[in-house]
């Protein structure tokens, strides 16, 4: 079993920046891929970035530029999100998910608020 622990989120100012981080314990010698999501109210859940163990990043097109996904290279067990040039529509909670061998696991959340 793997638990995540998600900080970081809160209210921000238009064009500010915040960074979330995302605490994996348990079993997590078997980490394989890392990846933040998110999901507005009456929206979707949207991939916002991904990191392989081996330390590749992914971004899916909309989410270049302004996010960027990175870890812990002593324990590779937290990953981070930091956000910047925040606008209105970022807003959404943020979800940290772990493949860890075949399991799939969620952190619970963290809301995001960006004020216009």
């Known amino acids: 079993q793997v638990q995540l622990v998600e900080s970081g989120g809160g209210l921000v100012q238009a064009g500010g920046s915040l960074r979330l981080s995302c605490a994996a314990s348990?079993?997590?010698?078997?980490?394989?891929?890392m990846r933040w999501y998110r999901q507005s109210p009456g929206k979707q859940r949207e991939l916002v970035a991904g990191?392989?163990?081996?330390?590749?990043?992914?971004y899916p097109d909309s989410m270049k530029g302004r996010f960027a996904i990175s870890r812990d290279n002593t324990t590779k067990n937290t990953v981070y999100l930091q956000m910047n040039t925040l606008k209105p529509e970022d807003t959404a909670i943020y979800y940290c998910?772990?493949?860890?061998?075949?399991?799939?696991?969620w952190g619970q959340g963290t809301q995001v608020t960006v004020s216009s």
């Open positions: 998910n772990f493949q860890v061998g075949l399991a799939e696991y």
């Open positions: 348990g079993s997590t010698f078997s980490i394989n891929y």
């Open positions: 990191m392989s163990k081996g330390g590749s990043t992914y």
